[in-house]
């Protein structure tokens, strides 16, 4: 590709504004437009992103896409919305990097993965722990076989965000397509079927909205294809503000335990716990998008980790609705 990769971020909210840093650094990369509905929003982006200030704004994405001649955009606004700014940006010849989750229902991420086929573009979707240190080490020792066959997975997520989110859009469904699992709890849901690389089979989901329209808290039994079992639980009203995570996976030779991105090992036959050395190094979803689009790396969070999310949580709702266990479709 000659000359610097073009991109637009439609969404320039608080986390778009991270991103727009992290492109400024990378000397393949030109910001070359800004989308975003509210003035406040573009005005804050500029103030903090000073290598982004003389970049165009646009109130509406399809605008931009029409008066800019881009190569990519990064996508960061309210979840329902990510559907059609997806395929309107694939539709412009873009590549995309869109925030978590990637889409609200399982027939949207078909049709965003199979039109960026058609395109031939990069689609990705930002969940960043497929490129930080533990979770990698982790994907591969497993993938290795030093953990020999999983056969247990207990995963945990607690963030205030019942109280810090009200009033807030990720608490209203028409923006949100749903709670707390849908939000943070996306990451818990991806970062552990990445790691295992197993399939759920079935789901029994319970979940609790208190006064909200959406999930906030969520309790879910899993069984995987090939016979593990799994609880994933994610607490939306926490007492205290921050995200605390567990997760701990248990295979026929080790387990592995994660708290709070602290990692510790424990293999068959040997009482003490130990840290690993000599971790993968840490990496950006935004540095791997552009090399992606260069050709100097492989798509570290393919659009079928998002789909993989969606059919689960699709499927959990549907649990938590009618009482009883879902199938999960199987990801293509």
């Known amino acids: 590709m000659a000359g610097p990769i073009r991109v637009g971020f439609i969404g320039c909210g608080g986390n778009a504004s991270g991103h727009i840093g992290q492109v400024l650094q990378i000397p393949e990369a030109e910001v070359a437009a800004l989308c975003d509905p509210s003035p406040e929003s573009l005005d804050r982006a500029r103030e903090r992103n000073e290598g982004a200030r003389q970049a165009p704004t646009f109130a509406d994405h399809r605008e931009m896409l029409g008066a800019v001649?881009?190569?990519?955009?990064?996508?960061?606004?309210?979840?329902?919305?990510?559907?059609?700014?997806?395929?309107?940006?694939?539709?412009?010849?873009?590549?995309?990097?869109?925030?978590?989750?990637?889409?609200?229902?399982?027939?949207?991420?078909?049709?965003?993965?199979?039109?960026?086929?058609?395109?031939?573009?990069?689609?990705?979707v930002s969940y960043q722990r497929h490129l930080e240190p533990v979770y990698r080490f982790v994907r591969n020792q497993i993938r290795a076989g030093d953990l020999g066959e999983v056969q247990f997975i207990s995963a945990l997520q607690d963030q205030g965000?019942?109280?810090?989110?009200?009033?807030?859009?990720?608490?209203?469904?028409?923006?949100?397509?749903?709670?707390?699992?849908?939000?943070?709890?996306?990451?818990?849901?991806?970062?552990?079927?990445?790691?295992?690389?197993?399939?759920?089979?079935?789901?029994?989901?319970?979940?609790?909205?208190?006064?909200?329209?959406?999930?906030?808290?969520?309790?879910?039994?899993?069984?995987?294809?090939?016979?593990?079992?799994?609880?994933?639980?994610?607490?939306?009203?926490?007492?205290?503000?921050?995200?605390?995570?567990?997760?701990?996976?248990?295979?026929?030779?080790?387990?592995?335990?994660?708290?709070?991105?602290?990692?510790?090992?424990?293999?068959?036959?040997?009482?003490?716990?130990?840290?690993?050395?000599?971790?993968?190094?840490?990496?950006?979803?935004?540095?791997?998008?552009?090399?992606?689009?260069?050709?100097?790396?492989?798509?570290?969070?393919p659009p079928e980790c998002g789909l993989r999310v969606i059919e689960l949580t699709e499927a959990a709702w549907e649990s938590a609705r009618t009482g009883a266990p879902v199938k999960v479709a199987a990801a293509d």
């Open 69 to 124: 001649d881009l190569d990519a955009v990064e996508i960061s606004t309210p979840h329902t919305l990510h559907f059609q700014q997806i395929m309107d940006s694939l539709d412009e010849g873009c590549h995309v990097l869109t925030e978590k989750p990637m889409v609200c229902t399982v027939d949207h991420a078909h049709r965003v993965i199979r039109r960026a086929r058609e395109a031939e573009r990069v689609l990705m």
């Open 161 to 301: 965000w019942y109280r810090a989110q009200q009033g807030q859009w990720r608490q209203d469904p028409s923006l949100s397509g749903g709670g707390q699992l849908n939000d943070s709890g996306s990451h818990l849901l991806d970062v552990v079927l990445w790691m295992t690389g197993l399939a759920v089979e079935e789901v029994q989901a319970w979940m609790e909205n208190f006064d909200t329209e959406v999930d906030v808290n969520s309790a879910m039994s899993l069984r995987f294809r090939g016979g593990a079992l799994g609880n994933l639980s994610v607490v939306g009203n926490a007492p205290a503000g921050g995200i605390w995570e567990d997760i701990t996976i248990w295979g026929s030779k080790a387990a592995v335990y994660i708290r709070n991105g602290r990692l510790t090992w424990k293999r068959a036959g040997h009482g003490d716990a130990w840290e690993p050395g000599g971790l993968p190094g840490a990496g950006s979803p935004d540095r791997n998008f552009f090399d992606a689009i260069l050709g100097r790396d492989e798509v570290q969070v």
